[in-house]
């Protein structure tokens, strides 16, 4: 297929996510993404990465497309100790994936508390600028590897190449990973976790016993409070809560309520 120029991918883009219903930032984030999982499977298939795991938001979206909220950033987890784990993932994206490349700006910023480190990433179609994102970089999950199709609508029409399937962390341990971010002493802002908890177990996409197990191990590991956590909904996280099940055609719209069935599903795990 003959490169199209920039200017060309720009508009086939405005065109395909108006003809499809598409928030033109949330198309363009997901050409990102997906640029920089095609680089990333290039560094497996190399030698260059053993593997990846793709958590987060970004992990939930390329499931379940629209059906999870959208996201800005993009979680990476690494199996390689601390120290090398930047310099591998830079090795890995400097391999460039079709037509775009990938360069770091600025300086890393170390988030201790998560050991992971957050990156600008730039990236470029062919000689333009395409997007610059965030991401955190961090340690592989402990759980198996989920290999994904993406759900994702509009690359078909845009004449991009999908890489498929891409990894995921597990389903459960990511819930797992949720409910203890947004349950514990650095919970400010985690208020999204909530519902996508919530979101992913409407879906019946998983396994309560799975999840238990993996929920013990993760709060063992970090040890900053006990599972199963207390259920508390902080009174500024009521308006963004109603605000996104709104968004994302949750069965409630209320906090309350939603703060009660998030209640409801530790305790289910709590009895698993």
């Known amino acids: 297929m003959k490169p199209r120029p920039v200017e060309r991918l720009e508009k086939t883009l405005a065109r395909v996510a108006k003809e499809q ?39 939930l979206e390329l499931r379940f497309a629209e059906g999870a909220r959208a996201t800005k950033d993009i979680d990476i987890g690494v199996p390689v100790e601390r120290g090398k784990r930047l310099r591998v993932f830079q090795d890995a994206v400097s391999l460039g994936f079709d037509d775009f490349t990938f360069l770091l700006k600025g300086r890393p910023l170390n988030m201790d508390k998560v050991d992971a480190v957050r990156l600008e990433l730039a990236i470029r179609y062919r000689t333009r600028a ?24 509009g690359f078909d029409a845009m004449g991009l190449r999908v890489p498929s399937p891409v990894r995921c962390l597990n389903l459960n341990e990511q819930v797992a990973q949720k409910l203890h971010a947004c349950t514990g002493p650095y919970s400010a802002g985690r208020a999204r976790d909530v ?6 177990e409407l879906l019946g996409k998983l396994d309560v016993k799975a999840v238990r197990a993996a929920a013990e191990q993760v709060f063992a590991e970090r040890a900053t409070h006990d ?7 902080a009174a500024d996280w009521q308006p963004e809560l109603e605000v996104l099940a709104k968004e ?25």
Not at 38 to 51: K, P
Not at 252 to 271: P, Y
């Open 130 to 153: 395409w997007q610059t994102i965030d991401v955190d970089l961090g340690p592989s999950g402990r759980g198996a590897v989920e290999l994904v199709v993406p759900t994702i609508r």
């Open 227 to 233: 599972f199963p956590p207390t259920i508390r909904i």
């Open 248 to 272: 994302l055609g949750y069965p409630t719209t209320s906090a309350t309520e939603i703060e009660a069935r998030f209640r409801a599903f530790v305790d289910l795990l709590a009895k698993a």
């Open 21 to 59: 219903g598409l928030a033109q930032e949330r198309l363009r984030r997901w050409v990102s993404f997906l640029a920089l999982c095609g680089v990333l499977e290039r560094a497996v298939n190399e030698g260059i990465l053993d593997s990846y795991d793709l958590k987060g938001g970004v992990a």
């Open 195 to 200: 519902l996508d908890i919530l979101l992913i």
